[in-house]
Nanobody, 124 residues
Framework: QVQFVESGGGLVQPGGSLRLSCSAS????????IGWFRQAPGKEREGVSC???????RYADSAKGRFTISRDNAKNTVYLQMSSLKPEDTAVYYC??????????????????WGQGTQVTVSS
């Protein structure tokens, strides 16, 4: 059974950094495109970034220049390094498998096998 587990969330001050991890069990990530999404209270889930199996990356405008997605296939894990965090980045962050090779890249309905999420809170 395909399953993702997200970790690395927490409370951080504005301007701070966090690294989220998305680990897979039940299958290898080597040939899978992975996306990171987030959902703030009262808002719809939105795409943040994705990485293809070959390492090509895409970012939502809100993440460009501040977030970096990467993958370590040996550890079967995808990371999301977040820097210069803002209060508006507060959300539950999820990873899932889906297409990151052609537009529109980060459509929620195209992704499956969602993890349980990890909470990120940016507050002073």
């Amino acid at each position: 059974q395909v399953q993702f587990v997200e970790s690395g969330g927490g409370l951080v001050q504005p301007g701070g950094s966090l690294r989220l991890s998305c680990s897979a069990s039940g299958f290898t990530l080597d040939y899978v495109d992975i996306g990171w999404f987030r959902q703030a209270p009262g808002k719809e889930r939105e795409g943040v970034s994705c990485i293809s199996s070959s390492g090509h990356t895409r970012y939502a405008d809100s993440a460009k220049g501040r977030f970096t997605i990467s993958r370590d296939n040996a550890k079967n894990t995808v990371y999301l390094q977040m820097s210069s965090l803002k209060p508006e980045d507060t959300a539950v962050y999820y990873c899932a498998r889906g297409p990151c090779r052609w537009p529109p890249y980060l459509t929620v309905s195209d992704y499956t096998s969602w993890g349980q999420g990890t909470q990120v809170t940016v507050s002073s």
